[in-house]
C-alpha cells in the first residue's frame, strides 16, 4: 500500500465520508506562502492554513523560539507549576488586549476555548445567585466550532451542525445584523435589528448567561461582515440586563480583519474573549479565554471557587513560546499596513469577478477576500486548480475565499486573485 493509499483508506480528514474522501495533496514542507508537494510542485497557501499562518510557514523566529524550547521543556503539567513561556505569552497578551481584559485562561484549540468561555459565563452567573441563567444567546450564521456546547450556538439552520440539531441544547437565535460592514448605520433599533435583541433579554434575560458572537466578521457561517454599531448596541444592552458579551476572535484575531481584533472597529470590549487560530502564528495548537477581573473574582467569591476546568496539556510550553514568538513578531512588525495593502490590492484585483454571471457578491475586508456565488463550490475543483494554477483554495458553500498570510508579496497576491477569478469563472 503506498502512503497515499494508507491515507485514503485509514485517516479521516476534516469533514469527509471515508467511503470518498476525495482528492489530497501530500505536503513534504513549507516556507513563507509556499506549500511544497511530494511531486516537488509547490502552491501558495492562500488559506494561511485554515488562517492561522498569518507570518507564512516556518517563520524563523517561531521555529528558533520553538527550538529553543523543545530542547529545554517543551511540556509539563499547569497544576502546580508555571514556566516562562506561559507567563511571557500572558504578559504580551494582556498588553495585546482591551484595559480591563487580563485574566487569561489557556487551552488547547478555539472549540475547546468557546466550551470555557461558556462554562466561565454560567460559573459567573451562579456566584451572582443567577442560578438560572445557563443558556445562551446568539445570531445566526455563526460559527463557534465543532464540540457540544460550541456546536449549539453555532446557526442551527444553515451552519455545519444542523445534523445534531435534536441532540444539542436549545440556545435563542436572533438574526444576524442586517446592515451590512459598509453600510450607513441606522439608529432606529426596529430596522439595525437590536430591538430584537432587547425584545429577546426582556423576556428571556433571566434564564441567558451570555450572548456570543464573531464580531464584525461571520466566518466558517458564511464570510459575512456586518457593521461594528451593531455590537455598542448589544453591549449597552447586555450591560443593562446583567448578560456576559463574549467574543469569539478565533478567526479575527491578531490583524485579520485589519484591525488588531474585530472589536477594535466597534471600539468596545467584551466581558470575555476567546482567541486561538493565529495566536502561534499557526504553528501549533493553542488558545485562550481573556476575561476581566470582576469575572474571574466573581468566579473566585463564589461557592465553589474555582473555575472548573483545566485541560490535560492547558499551557503546553512549546506552544506558548511558539505564542510569544508570533506576538513578538506582531508586536515589531509592520501587520497593520501590510494587511491593509492586501485589502487594497484585492480589492482592485477581484473587482472584475462582479461582472460575472456566475457570482453573486464580491466583499473584502482587511486580508479577507470573498468571491461568493451563485452556486455551491465543489471543492475538488479547487483542489484540481491548485495543480494548474499553484495557488492552494478551500472553498466552502457559495464562497471562493482567501486568507493570505500577512507577509505575501505583491505578485503571490496577485496569482491567488487571478486563480480566484479563474475559478469563479470556471475555466480551471
Ligand atoms: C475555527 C474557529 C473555531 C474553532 O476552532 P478550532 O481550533 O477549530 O476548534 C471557533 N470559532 C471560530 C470563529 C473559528 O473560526
Excluded at 7 to 34: C, Q
Excluded at 74 to 82: D, Q
Excluded at 126 to 154: L, N, P
Excluded at 219 to 236: N, Q, S, T
Aim: with cysteine; proline share 5%.
Amino acid at each position: 500500500m503506498t502512503p497515499m493509499e494508507f491515507d485514503a483508506r485509514h485517516l479521516w480528514h476534516p469533514y469527509t465520508n471515508v467511503m470518498d474522501p476525495g482528492p489530497m495533496h501530500l505536503i513534504t514542507g513549507a516556507e513563507g506562502v509556499w506549500l511544497t508537494r511530494d511531486d516537488g510542485g509547490k502552491m501558495i497557501d492562500a488559506m494561511s492554513s485554515w488562517w492561522c499562518a498569518i507570518h507564512g510557514h516556518r517563520h524563523p523566529v517561531i521555529t528558533d523560539a520553538m527550538h529553543r524550547q523543545i530542547d529545554q521543556l517543551p511540556h509539563v503539567m499547569f497544576g502546580g507549576l508555571t514556566h516562562d513561556p506561559a507567563i511571557e505569552l500572558g504578559r504580551r497578551l494582556v498588553e495585546f488586549m482591551p484595559e480591563g481584559l487580563d485574566r487569561v485562561f489557556y487551552s488547547d484549540s478555539g472549540s475547546v476555548t468557546i466550551e470555557v468561555a461558556l462554562k466561565m459565563a454560567v460559573q459567573y452567573q451562579m456566584a451572582q445567585g443567577h442560578a438560572h441563567r445557563v443558556e445562551f444567546a446568539t445570531i445566526r450564521g455563526g460559527y463557534h466550532g465543532d464540540t457540544w456546547k460550541a456546536m449549539s450556538v453555532c446557526d442551527p439552520v444553515n451552519g455545519m451542525h444542523g445534523l445534531f440539531a435534536g441532540a444539542l441544547s436549545i440556545q435563542h437565535f436572533l438574526p444576524r445584523p442586517s446592515i451590512r460592514f459598509d453600510e450607513e448605520w441606522c439608529e432606529d433599533p426596529i430596522q439595525n435589528g437590536l430591538a430584537e435583541l432587547e425584545q429577546l433579554l426582556e423576556r428571556k434575560g433571566n434564564q441567558i448567561a451570555g450572548l456570543i458572537v464573531e464580531p464584525v466578521v461571520q466566518g466558517a457561517g458564511g464570510m459575512y461582515f456586518y457593521h461594528p454599531a451593531w455590537l455598542r448596541g448589544a453591549k449597552e444592552l447586555c450591560d443593562e440586563y446583567g448578560i456576559l458579551l463574549i467574543f469569539d476572535e478565533i478567526a479575527t484575531g491578531f490583524g485579520r480583519s485589519g484591525e488588531l481584533f474585530a472589536m477594535d472597529h466597534a471600539g468596545i470590549a467584551p466581558d470575555i474573549i476567546c482567541v486561538g487560530k493565529a495566536l502561534t502564528g499557526g504553528h501549533i495548537t493553542l488558545s485562550a479565554t481573556v476575561t476581566s477581573k470582576n469575572v474571574a473574582e466573581g468566579i473566585g467569591n463564589s461557592e465553589a471557587g474555582v473555575m472548573m476546568h483545566g485541560p490535560t496539556y492547558m499551557a503546553n510550553p512549546l506552544a506558548c513560546a511558539a505564542g510569544a514568538a508570533s506576538l513578538s513578531l506582531l508586536a515589531n512588525g509592520n501587520w497593520k499596513q501590510d494587511v491593509t495593502q492586501i485589502a487594497d490590492q484585492m480589492q482592485h484585483e477581484l473587482a472584475p469577478a462582479r461582472a460575472l454571471p456566475s457570482v453573486a457578491e464580491v466583499r473584502v475586508l482587511g486580508a479577507i477576500g470573498v468571491i461568493e456565488m451563485h452556486e455551491t463550490v465543489d471543492p475538488r475543483v479547487a483542489h484540481r486548480a491548485a495543480l494548474e494554477t499553484g495557488v492552494w483554495l478551500r472553498p466552502f458553500a457559495r464562497n471562493i475565499y482567501c486568507m493570505p498570510p500577512f507577509v505575501m508579496s505583491e505578485d503571490e497576491l496577485s496569482r491567488v486573485t487571478s486563480a480566484m477569478v479563474a475559478l469563479a469563472r470556471g475555466d480551471v
